[in-house]
C-alpha cells in the first residue's frame, strides 16, 4: 500500500496502542489507550500478540503519529526490530514509545533504536500523556518536512 | 440443565442437619483419626495450650453456625475443606518455574527440590503459549519467561532425575494439554504406570484464559471447549490421579476484576465445564473431585481471607444442589494460590518481601492446599535463583516460625471475618445470576460481558490509585527521592546454548520417522472432526510420535478454528 496524504492538519492525534510478540497481559496497554482516548486523541487499539508486520500495516493504513507499545514480559527485546521494519516501510516519522516492565540494563538499547519514552510501573496518567502529545508534535513536524521533501 | 443459581444455591439440606453436639463429636473422632502423629500439644509463648479449633463455644453464638460455617471437613466447608487442615498437613510448596531451556529448567526445579519445594510446577515459554516452536521465533524471546518445551524429548531433559512417580507435578498449559501429553510419554519411556502420575493441568480453564490473555490467538473459544472435556474424559479413564480440570481465577483478577467478582466468575467457570461434562455424560461424582481451583492471593488480608472462605460455601452448595455431586469430596473446593504481583511494585522493591509475607498469609488464614509466593524482582523480571529463595524461604518462614498453622481457620469466629465472608457470598453471587442471565459464563465471555466488567474494575482500581485514595508505599506514598537503585540482575537464556536447543530441535524433526508423523497428524485430523473420538488421546498417541507442540496447535487451529472477533466494550 502507497502512502498518501499523511495526516498533518489539525486534526486529532492519532495512536496505535499495541502488543507484539508473544504475552498476552494487556491490563497495562488498555488502561493507557483509555488515558489516550480520555485526552482526546484517537485511538487504535489491538488485543496483544500482534506480529510486527500486523501493526506496520496498520500503522500505515491508520496513519498513526504514534505507536505505544505495551511489554510485561520480554516482548521489548524485539522492539528495534519494529523500529527498523517502521523505517523500512518509509514510516519513521512515526513515534514510539514503551511502557511496562523494562529492566534498566535493556533501556540503553531501546533508546539508541529511537524510542521517544519509557514508562515503568508506578508512571501517571500525566507523565505518560504529557509524552504522548509531545512526541505526536515531533511526529507531525517530521511528517510536514517529509511531505515538503516530497513536493 | 438444572435449576436456576438463585433456587438452588440458597438451599440448604432440608432435613437430618446434625445436632451441634454431634457434628461436634464427629469432627473430634475425625480429627482424633486423621492427625496421627501429628497430635501434639502446641503452646504459645505464654504458655497457653492452644488448641486445633475454635467454635460457637468458644464464642457462644450458635445461632448460624452449623448452616453457615459448620466443622473443618463438614459441609459448606466454610471453615476448610479438611478435619485436620494445616495441623494435619501444611501445604504443597510448588513454586512455579520457567526459564531458558530445559536443561536450565532441571537445575533449578532440583535446586528448588533441595531447598523444601514438594512439588514441582513447569511453565512453558511465552511462544509455547502462542502455539508456536522454538525454530520461528526470534531468538531474543525465548526462554525469557518460560521453559522452551516442544517435545517428548525436551520434557524428559526438563524432568530428569526428578521422581515422577512421588512427587506432584503441575503443567500450566492450557488446551491442548500438550506438555501434559509429554510427560505422559516420558512416563512411559520411564516404565512409570499412568495411576502413578499425580499433578494437574494446571490453568486448563480456556475461559480465564480468553478472557485474561487473549488465548483465542492459539484456538478457538468453541475448539478448546471440546479439547478441555475430551482431556476430562481422557485423565478419568487412564490417569485416574491426576486432575485435569483447573479453574482460574487468578487471571482474572490479575486482569483487574475484584475479589467478589473473582469469586462470581470462577465459580461460574466452574459450573460451565462442570455441565460441559456432565452433557458428555459424565458422572458429576466422577469428576467434581478431580476439580482444582487456582486463585491469586493479593494484599487486601481480611478480603482475601473471605473471599476463600465464601468461595468454598457456594461452590459445596453448588456441587451439592445444582450440580447433583452426592460424594463429599466433589463438594471440596480445593485450591492453589499464588501471592499476586500486582501488589508488587518496582520502587523500593526489597518492600515486595513484606508484601509477599502478607499476601501468602492471607492464603494460609484463607486454607490453601497449596501456594506459590513470587519473588521479590518480579517487577523487574523472571526470578533469579537467588531472588526465588528468599521466596520459598518466606514459606517456610510461616509454616515454622510464626505459628499459623496451629489453629484451623483461627479467623473464624471473628464478627469481621464472619459478616465479610457473608458479604463476600452475596456479592459473588450477584455476579453469577448475572452470568446464569448472559446464559452462562461460555456465553458470556463470548459477547464480551465479562471483559467489559473486568476492564470496568480495573480502571476504577488506577484511578482510586491515581487519586491517592488507594495508597501504595513507594508508589503514591512515603516515596523515597534518595532511593538507591538496588542491582536488580536479568536473568536471559545463554544465547549460546538457546542456539543450541533450536538447531538440535531442528535436527530432530529432520531425522524423526516423517511416516510416523504424517500418520499421527492424519489421526489427530481425523479425531478433531469426529465427534466420537478424543481429540487429547490423539495429542498423546502424536507427541509419541514425534510430533512437536507447534505442530500438534497448527493441526488443531485448521481442524477447530481460532480467532474471536474483537470486542470494543
Known sequence: MEKVFPNVTGTPVRALITKIGFDGHDRGSRIVAAYLRDAGMEVIYTPPWQEIDAVVQLALQEDVDLIGISSLATDHLIVPELMQKLSDAGLSEIEVFIGGIIPEQERPMLIEAGLGGIFGPGSSREEIIECAQRLAAAARLNKQKAMAVAL | ?569
Open chain 2, 1 to 569: 440443565m438444572s435449576a436456576s443459581l438463585n433456587e438452588q444455591s440458597f438451599r440448604l439440606q432440608d432435613a437430618g442437619e446434625p445436632s451441634l453436639d454431634a457434628a461436634e463429636n464427629q469432627w473430634k473422632e475425625d480429627y482424633a483419626k486423621q492427625i496421627g502423629a501429628n497430635n501434639q500439644e502446641i503452646k504459645n509463648m505464654s504458655g497457653i495450650t492452644v488448641d486445633p479449633l475454635y467454635t460457637p463455644d468458644n464464642i457462644k453464638d450458635t445461632d448460624a453456625y452449623l448452616k453457615q460455617s459448620g466443622y473443618p471437613g463438614q459441609f459448606p466447608y466454610t471453615r476448610g475443606i479438611y478435619s485436620t487442615m494445616h495441623r494435619g498437613k501444611t501445604w504443597t510448596q510448588r513454586q512455579l518455574v520457567g526459564l531458558g531451556t530445559p536443561a536450565d529448567y532441571n537445575k533449578r526445579v532440583r535446586t528448588m527440590l533441595e531447598l523444601g519445594a514438594n512439588a514441582i510446577s513447569l511453565l512453558p515459554c511465552n511462544s509455547g503459549f502462542r502455539g508456536v516452536d522454538c525454530d520461528v521465533v526470534p531468538l531474543p524471546l525465548l526462554g525469557t519467561c518460560g521453559t522452551v518445551v516442544n517435545n517428548v524429548d525436551h520434557m524428559d531433559t526438563c524432568l530428569e532425575q526428578v521422581p515422577i512417580d512421588q512427587i506432584s507435578a503441575a503443567m500450566n498449559d492450557p488446551s491442548p494439554f500438550t506438555l501434559f501429553a509429554f510427560m505422559l510419554n516420558v512416563a512411559k519411556r520411564r516404565g512409570i504406570s499412568w495411576d502413578k502420575i499425580t499433578g494437574t493441568s494446571n490453568q486448563s480453564d480456556y475461559i480465564s484464559h480468553f478472557v485474561a490473555n487473549h488465548m483465542f490467538y492459539r484456538l478457538s473459544l468453541a475448539g478448546s471447549r471440546r479439547v478441555l472435556v475430551d482431556h476430562i474424559e481422557f485423565c478419568r479413564e487412564h490417569v485416574p490421579n491426576w486432575n485435569p480440570m483447573s479453574v482460574v481465577g487468578q487471571h482474572i483478577q490479575q486482569t483487574g476484576a475484584t475479589l467478589a467478582e473473582t469469586v462470581g466468575f470462577t465459580l461460574s467457570s466452574a459450573i460451565q465445564h462442570a455441565e460441559d461434562c456432565l452433557a458428555r455424560g459424565m458422572d458429576p461424582d466422577e469428576i467434581l473431585p478431580r476439580f482444582t481451583f487456582f486463585f491469586d492471593v493479593s494484599i487486601n488480608f481480611f478480603e482475601e481471607v473471605a473471599k476463600f472462605r465464601a468461595a468454598r460455601r457456594i461452590w459445596a452448595r453448588i456441587a451439592r444442589d445444582r450440580l447433583g455431586a452426592k460424594d463429599p469430596k466433589s463438594w471440596r473446593l480445593k485450591f492453589h494460590a499464588q501471592t499476586s504481583g500486582v501488589d508488587l511494585t518496582a520502587q523500593q522493591p526489597l518492600n515486595n518481601i513484606a508484601r509477599t509475607a502478607v499476601q501468602a498469609m492471607a492464603g494460609i488464614f484463607g486454607g490453601l492446599q497449596s501456594m506459590h509466593t513470587d519473588a521479590y524482582d518480579e517487577p523487574f523480571t523472571t526470578p533469579t535463583a537467588k531472588t526465588a529463595k528468599i521466596a520459598v524461604a518466606t514459606q517456610n518462614i510461616l509454616r515454622e516460625e510464626a505459628h499459623l498453622c496451629d489453629v484451623i481457620d483461627p479467623l473464624g469466629g471473628s464478627y469481621y471475618i464472619e459478616r465479610l465472608t457473608d458479604q463476600m457470598e452475596e456479592e459473588a453471587l450477584a455476579v453469577m445470576a448475572k452470568i446464569d442471565a448472559a446464559g452462562g459464563m461460555y456465553k458470556a465471555v463470548e459477547v464480551g460481558l465479562v471483559q467489559a466488567m473486568c476492564g470496568e474494575s480495573s480502571m476504577a482500581n488506577q484511578e482510586l490509585i491515581e487519586s491517592g485514595k488507594k495508597r501504595i508505599v513507594g508508589v503514591n506514598c512515603y516515596q523515597d527521592e534518595e532511593e538507591e537503585k538496588i542491582e536488580v540482575e536479568t536473568t536471559r537464556p545463554d544465547p549460546v546454548l538457546m542456539q543450541k536447543h533450536i538447531d538440535e530441535f531442528k535436527a530432530f524433526k529432520k531425522n524423526r520417522s516423517q511416516q510416523a508423523v504424517a500418520k499421527a497428524l492424519d489421526n489427530l485430523t481425523r479425531a478433531a472432526n469426529s465427534d466420537d473420538e478424543n481429540v487429547f488421546a490423539s495429542v498423546v498417541e502424536a507427541t509419541g510420535a514425534g510430533v512437536t507442540h507447534g505442530e500438534i496447535i497448527s493441526c488443531l487451529r485448521t481442524e477447530l478454528g481460532f480467532g474471536h472477533p474483537l470486542i470494543i466494550a
